[in-house]
């Protein structure tokens, strides 16, 4: 693979780390600038917000522009909005930080995979993504555990310092490292993404999405106050139940896409999502105990992510079969849904939170997901009317974002 690659996945492996690490800093953050655990929160969704909005519309915008200017473009707006966070005198800026580096993800993994595949053989497409997105799961593992310690240690403004360093030099790699003469494909305009939303199939797809990912980030967002205030963990030991986590997620996603191979992708999001809800409902009665709050976290982290190679190979089969002119467009567009459903938990967990307490926010998840699966389910009988087989593949390469 060549070195360019490995610039790109430092890029992923940055982008990833600071939009999951401010799960583990918000009490630390909310006490340190005087706002409810809720306001802290609101963080997450102002940057899933920020990539739901930028990657469609800013990927869009900028088609015209030569693929090398935009990455270090992007990674220069990455770099500052983490300065900017680093140096943020109070929680409006903070919020205006998080929204900046959202905008610069969304438009990132938008182009992405198409970088990748401009910089090896056609065979080795599929290689150089799975690469490039291994920046993401390493990113759970290692990076949002150390940037969650690092805050916990030194402040969480010394989080942010260390990812735009991180950003920095992901800029330089690519800078030194990535050709200027990358491929550069049509963009599809705002009009053609506007009409995919006019599919009830794919909406539906997105809507799964949405909703899956939603519950799982209602309680998820409010892990770290979760462990300190029922569970008994110290603030320094946040970060390593956010490793336990992370290596939990790497071995879901993997189990996940075979799970999507041998089932198809509504046979495994049904298991997936039963899962996903069983472990938040068990979350709710098991927080109060230590260890057993640890193993709920390490199984959670087993199925929180094992539904996107099913999303992401199902979105796909479905815009062959509605949108065929459009399959790329409806597969960024089911990125956008991932973010909306992050953005709109961790504002409903704010909420949930503020009225109902803490220990509200996984019975209520729950209930969220058990939506997912129900939509998934009537997903599959609509196929199943249509003559689609369960295990139906598409023919075209998927890229799990």
């Known amino acids: 693979m060549p070195l ?16 999951f690490v401010i799960v583990g800093l918000i009490p630390t953050i909310a006490d340190s600038l005087n706002v409810s655990v809720p306001s802290a929160g609101l963080l997450v969704s ?32 990455f770099t500052v909005g983490n300065l900017v966070a680093w140096m943020a005198p109070g929680y409006e800026a903070l919020m205006a930080a998080r929204v900046l580096t959202g905008l610069a ?14 910089l090896v053989p056609k065979e080795k497409a599929a290689s150089a993504i799975a690469l490039m ?30 990812v735009s360093l991180l950003g920095a030099i992901a800029f330089v790699g690519s800078w030194i490292l990535v050709p200027n003469n990358l491929a550069q494909s ?43 205030e029922v569970s008994g963990f110290s603030a320094g030991s946040v970060s390593l139940v956010m490793l336990v986590y992370g290596v939990s997620v790497a071995f879901g996603n993997i189990w996940g896409g075979k799970l999507a191979d041998k089932k198809g992708p509504i046979g ?56 065929p002119e459009a399959v790329d467009v ?3 567009l089911n990125i956008a849904a991932f973010n909306i459903g992050i953005a709109g938990g ?30 998934t389910t009537l997903a599959g009988r609509l196929d199943r009317r249509d003559g689609i087989r369960p295990s139906a593949r598409p023919t075209h390469a998927v890229a799990a974002h």
């Open 133 to 162: 997105f291994t920046g993401l799961t390493v990113a759970l593992v290692t990076g949002v555990p150390l940037g969650t310690f690092i805050g916990q240690t030194f402040g969480w403004q010394s989080t942010f310092l260390a």
């Open 105 to 118: 993800h969304g438009v990132f993994f938008s182009i992405g995979s198409t970088i990748a595949t401009g």
């Open 330 to 332: 409806a597969s960024g």
């Open 186 to 228: 049509t963009p599809a305009s705002l009009v053609a993404q506007f009409a995919v939303l006019k599919k009830p199939r794919l909406l539906l797809v997105y809507a799964m999405t949405a909703l899956g990912y939603g519950g799982s980030f209602i309680a998820f967002t409010y892990l770290a106050p979760i462990l300190q």
């Open 268 to 323: 495994a999001l049904q298991i997936v999502f039963a899962l996903l809800a069983l472990v938040l409902f068990a979350l709710t009665f098991t927080a109060s105990n230590t260890w057993l709050a640890l193993a709920t976290v390490l199984a959670w982290g087993a199925v929180a992510f094992g539904n996107v190679p099913g999303l992401q190979v199902y979105v796909v089969q479905r815009a062959e079969l509605d949108a």
């Open 4 to 19: 360019a690659l490995w610039a790109l996945t430092l890029s992923a492996f940055a982008i990833g780390t600071t939009e």
């Open 346 to 375: 961790a504002w409903g967990g704010g909420l949930i939170v503020a009225q109902f307490g803490l220990m509200a926010t996984p019975w209520v998840g729950g209930l969220v997901v058990l939506g997912a699966l129900g939509l």
């Open 46 to 77: 102002l940057y899933a917000l920020g990539v739901a909005v930028g990657a469609p519309v800013l990927t869009a915008l900028t088609g015209r522009v030569p693929r090398k200017q935009l990455l270090l473009g992007l990674m220069a707006l």
